[in-house]
């Protein structure tokens, strides 16, 4: 409510400012003989900036230390041996029976004396700080108004002020983007170090047993060997690739040597559906379809696959990457000039020849760095692996049984409600950093390719 | 001698040819080979897709009804025995009336409410049939008590009347109904008891228990004791929230980013590394920015746990090198033409950019922003690790409630231990949660064209 008023207050008092400043600069402007170097806009702009930023500082001011300004005034409400007497929680539910007395709902059963007085008032104490926050904040952008409003010439530079305020403000906006990467590495590299001094790093990096103990204690941590979980995710990834790369890559192939216009134009769009469709959806379709099939079918040629495999979860992951790779590599085949299409032709040699003689060779370079780009996406998909994968972290080398990659491992660890205290935790962090690290160095190295192939044919 | 030449020169060209022709038999027959491999990708990718779309309409369209059982519920004042409802006393502030509303209603929910409908039931059920007390009410979903007691709350009145109620049949005798489960399975292996099955059938018979459109799975919110009745209405406002937030917070922030990246920013080492850096956050896996809202929002900043509003700063992060890269893509595609006649004109860099070139974009900036949002719209991991794998249910008021999301909700309702039950309701939620998505296309696709066209 409170803070509904201030806004609202606000509000008018930047249009306020900004009506001063405007009319201001067309007063100036209906002299004879006087060029207003900066369009009212721009002065009403200005004047609005000037009154907004006191104000809203010292709104600010008043959010950040307000809240504890009142809890002390409530505490020296309470008579001194009644805070003596109660210890944290008490003193809690005092302070909170006091404020619903204040705000005028009251409170059930009986009002202590001390109470209703405290509840008084405090709630002239809200009444006066509020006013007199307000009342600041207006000042201030009044003051700041009027000052602005003072410094408005025919010559004034209003308008350089506000597009310097502008820049600012993208370049801030810019920073946002630098920011989350100094955070995601920050915080990834700090949790992790927390982690390095419970579990040596060696232990991690090479130990083949990832056994957490989730109940122990110092000095029974359990086993948080990476091995197991790389090897799970390296194999998972590569039955995706396998299932993906001859799928996406003949059908960009098709789509964008051999078909019809109108079969492109219907059949680019619905494979392009594939990637839009939420990894948990696909989670789910491997965990209660293509799981069971695939049991099905093992069992009829006498092969014992387990309902949820890396199999399993190598094969749904490989669909869902199919559109990725189709549209990377479409791109890439179409980047190959003509001229080397037209010479292979003209020599005599068929389609399908030109196509994988000529135009594969050529394109090779950006296609494996669509590969890689898809590869960095296979290790980082977590859904479908936590679903359909079997959860089994075994160091083991038959993709017919169920494993354990690191992203299952970090949503396994790490479940929002813990105070990272333990190794138990904070080995999500550890996890988080290698993924990150690994898809990092794919990605740069793709980039790299790409960009190197891109330059080649321009 | 020149014959002689002639003729082996004849004779060469004509092995040639036949060399030729032997050959492009060949080369031809690899051609359509090639071919034949390039459409069966093609084939492959769209039956994949078929593929997915029948099985999760298939399986999701049943949750889409629900089993309703209608009964004649009896408000016994022998079973119902109690004081009036308060009434409010002149004077009596606001808390002390709720005090004692909430008192009669905690006296109300003391009483026992399974016997009004277990009294029902056994009208319901045909005359002389033999089943215990626990039996006939594993039939209707446990909420069905709660049901009845709120429309008493609501009408104290009701007391000694008789009135119509559909209640919802119990997740396990739909599971029945419907054959989720295997009929010929031995009793110990069933969910309900023989006396209950028979009654569940016989009920089925009489029109007791009917099949209706199932629209408390879009109003109710997620429940654990009565899955029969749990519904997707706290994780959609929980998305909507996140979307809100995203939408909010992205789109002014990765546009105003990518307008100075490409039209301010000096030509920089830092600005070379900010550009090779959102590359690069584009394609970081999701579930490294849930480990960034771990530890940041949750653990250093206290935002609250498996909030919308900590869901929505992890997903906004999530989407603004998407949001970034499209509307840089966009601004580069402006014609210089229209650049230099507003500087021609005297326009400052700033009113050339804010005034010409971005209205130009916007098209290309609404597509990016619908898909960027329904991206953020089914990514599931990084909500996991900000603690919205607890079950919550609730409609969150505010984006600092406790709130799940749709996809956490599928993801949740995936694991339950009533599988039977809980699959076909499951793909009814992937349902939904695609539904909103092809909209979310569907109307980018269209706004696209439209504005494209008028542009």
Avoid at chain 1, 55 to 65: C, E
Avoid at chain 1, 147 to 154: P, V
Avoid at chain 2, 110 to 135: H, Q, Y
Avoid at chain 2, 418 to 430: L, S, V
Wanted: proline share 5%; hydrophobic share 50%.
């Amino acid at each position: 409510m409170n803070s509904l008023i201030i806004a609202g207050l606000l509000l008018v008092l930047l249009g306020l400012a900004y009506q001063s400043g405007w009319s201001r600069s067309r007063g100036l402007a209906t002299a004879d003989g006087v060029k207003v170097h900066s369009r009212p806009q721009y002065h009403g702009s200005y004047v609005a900036i000037w009154t907004l930023v006191p104000a809203l500082l010292i709104l600010g001011l008043w959010a950040w230390l307000g809240g504890g300004l009142t809890h002390s005034f409530i505490i020296s409400q309470i008579p001194a041996e009644t805070v003596q007497s109660l210890d944290q929680v008490g003193l809690n539910a005092t302070i909170a029976r006091i404020q619903s007395i204040a705000s005028g709902y009251g409170v059930a059963g009986e009002v202590l004396p001390y109470e209703q007085t405290a509840g008084d008032s405090l709630r002239s104490f809200n009444t006066i700080t509020f006013l007199l926050v307000a009342g600041a904040a207006a000042v201030a952008g009044i003051v700041a108004l009027l000052y602005a409003r003072s410094r408005i010439t025919a010559r004034h530079r209003a308008r350089n002020a506000v597009e310097r305020v502008i820049n600012i403000a993208l370049l801030a906006c810019s920073a946002v983007a630098i920011l989350t990467t100094v955070g995601i590495v920050a915080s990834l590299v700090t949790e992790a170090y927390r982690f390095f001094t419970f579990i040596p790093p060696q232990d991690f990096f090479f130990g083949t047993v990832w056994n957490p103990n989730n109940a122990g204690s110092a000095g029974n941590w359990g086993s948080y060997g990476l091995l197991p979980l790389l090897v799970g995710t390296l194999m998972i990834t590569a039955i995706a690739m396998l299932v993906a790369v001859p799928v996406g890559l003949m059908a960009a192939i098709y789509l964008s040597q051999y078909a019809h216009r109108n079969l492109r134009a219907v059949a680019k769009p619905i494979i392009e559906i594939l990637a839009g469709i939420p990894t948990i959806v696909f989670g789910f379709f491997a965990l209660v379809t293509v799981g069971p099939f695939l049991r099905d079918a093992g069992n009829l040629i006498g092969l014992s696959i387990n309902a949820t495999s890396a199999l399993t979860a190598g094969i749904v992951m490989g669909i869902m990457i199919i559109p990725f790779v189709s549209s990377l590599s479409d791109d890439i085949l179409n980047q190959v000039p003509r001229t080397l299409r037209d010479g292979a032709y003209g020599l005599g040699a068929t389609k399908s020849e030109t196509i994988r003689n000529v135009l594969l060779p050529a394109a090779l370079p950006g296609i494996v760095g669509a590969f890689l780009l898809a590869v960095s996406r296979a290790v980082g998909e977590t859904m479908i692996v936590v679903l359909a994968a079997g959860n089994s972290p075994v160091l083991r080398g038959n993709p017919f049984e169920p494993v354990a990659t690191i992203t299952v491992s970090i949503v396994n660890q790490l479940t929002g409600d813990t105070d990272f205290a333990g190794p138990q935790s904070l080995v999500g962090f550890a996890l988080g950093l290698t993924l990150f690290v690994i898809t990092l160095c794919l990605n740069i190295f793709a980039l790299y390719i790409v960009r190197r192939f891109r330059e080649q044919y321009e | 001698m020149a014959t002689d030449t002639l003729s082996t020169g004849h004779q060469a060209s004509v092995e040639r040819t036949r060399v030729i022709r032997a050959s492009l038999q060949k080369r031809h027959l690899s051609e359509a080979i090639f071919k034949g491999l390039g459409l069966t990708a093609i084939i492959l990718a769209l039956g994949f897709v078929a593929l997915l779309f029948t099985d999760i309409v298939r399986k999701g369209v049943p949750a889409f009804t629900q089993s309703n059982l209608h009964l004649s519920v009896t408000f016994d004042p022998a079973i119902i025995g109690t004081d009036p409802a308060p009434v409010r006393a002149d004077g009596q502030s606001d808390a002390d009336f709720q005090a004692a509303n909430l008192k009669w209603q905690r006296d109300l929910a003391m009483l026992n409410w399974n016997k009004v409908i277990e009294a029902s039931l056994r009208a319901a059920a045909p005359a002389g049939f033999e089943i215990d007390t626990k039996d006939i009410l594993s039939i209707a979903e446990t909420d069905a008590r709660h049901e009845v007691r709120e429309m008493f709350v609501a009408d104290p009145t009701l007391l000694g009347k008789t009135v119509e109620v559909d209640v919802l049949a119990s997740a396990n005798a739909v599971n029945w109904i419907r054959g989720n489960i295997d009929r010929s399975l031995p009793d110990t292996q069933q969910q309900l008891t023989a006396p209950a099955r028979a009654l569940i059938d016989a009920l089925v018979a009489d029109g007791h228990i009917s099949n209706g459109f199932s629209w408390s799975i879009f109003t109710n919110v997620d429940s654990r004791a009565a899955p029969a009745s749990a519904g997707l209405l706290g994780a959609f406002v929980g998305t909507l929230w996140m979307m809100l937030i995203v939408i909010a917070l992205a789109v002014p922030i990765g546009v105003a980013a990518a307008v100075y990246l490409e039209e301010f920013a000096p030509k920089s080492r830092l600005t070379d590394l900010i550009e090779v850096n959102i590359n690069n956050l584009a394609a970081v896996p999701s579930i490294v920015f849930g480990l960034l809202g771990a530890a940041a929002f949750i653990n250093y900043l206290h935002l609250p746990i498996s909030a919308p509003i900590v869901g929505g700063l992890v997903l906004t992060l999530m989407t603004l090198p998407t949001i970034i890269i499209a509307t840089r893509g966009a601004l580069l595609g402006v014609s210089p033409a229209l650049r230099q006649a507003a500087l021609g004109m005297g326009a400052s860099k700033t009113q050339m950019v804010f005034h010409h070139v971005l209205p130009v974009t916007f098209p290309s900036i609404l597509t990016a922003t619908i898909l960027g949002v329904a991206h953020a719209l089914g990514e599931t991991a990084p909500l996991l690790l900000i603690g919205m794998k607890a079950f919550v249910a609730a409609v969150p008021a505010t984006p600092f409630d406790q709130a799940t999301a749709l996809p956490v909700q599928i993801y949740l309702w995936q694991g339950n231990e009533n599988r039977n039950f809980f699959e076909p309701r499951t793909a009814a939620a992937i349902m939904v949660l695609l539904v909103v998505m092809i909209m979310l296309n569907g109307v980018a696709i269209y706004l696209r064209s439209r504005l494209e066209k008028r542009a």
